[in-house]
């Protein structure tokens, strides 16, 4: 008899786990996480589970990229694995040159500003953020720095994509 109340209770648990499972909060998680289409010249995000590889990638308080130069061909996706190693914080925004200046000019003019997009890693003294990034088209494209006074610092790195 305690036994079957045992099994009609993991039941009941089972049965509600399975409701919130298929709850709308959990719809509402999926779309928010859904791969935005958006086409840009340096390429779109790119879809985990196509990954061709990973690049990791290290921040340093000394306001370098290292690597600092990277070579990929077109239609690869890349997971970045972004490393803050220094103990301030500093961000990986991937662009064409002209855009990064646009947008470092804004972060002086707004240096709280918050913004997230696929093509940029915020990160945390110590720790490590993630990029899928798909290249789409050959090109030379740069990944900066846009913490105001890093850019100018130096803190930017090249990508060349080419067959
Ligand atoms: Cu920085």
Same mark, same amino acid.
């Given at each position: ?6 099994? &009609?209770?993991?039941? %009941?648990?089972? =049965? ?10 959990? #719809?509402?998680?999926? +779309? ?37 130069e990277l070579t990929i ?8 694995? &972004?490393?803050?190693? %220094?103990?301030? =914080? ?10 990064? #200046?646009?947008?470092? +000019? ?49 803190? &930017?790195?090249?990508v060349?994509?080419?067959?």
């Open positions: 008899m305690k036994k079957l109340l045992l099994i &009609v209770t993991a039941l %009941g648990l089972i =049965m509600s786990g399975a409701s919130i499972a298929h709850g709308p909060s959990d #719809k509402a998680k999926k +779309e928010k996480k859904a791969i935005s289409s958006e086409e840009k010249p340096f390429g779109r995000e790119g879809d985990p589970k196509n990954v061709s590889r990973t690049i990791k990638v290290d921040m340093s308080d000394k306001m370098r990229f290292t690597p600092a061909k077109p239609g690869e996706t890349i997971r970045f694995e &972004v490393r803050n190693s %220094g103990a301030t =914080m500093h961000e990986m925004v991937l662009g064409t040159m002209q855009e990064l #200046k646009e947008h470092a +000019e804004v972060m002086k003019k707004h240096p709280g500003m918050e913004h997230d997009e696929p093509y940029m890693a915020h990160v945390a003294p110590g720790k490590t953020e993630r990029i899928v990034w798909q290249f789409t088209k050959p090109g030379e494209f740069y990944y900066g720095c846009l913490i105001p006074g890093h850019f100018e610092a130096g803190m &930017v790195g090249k060349v994509v080419r067959k």
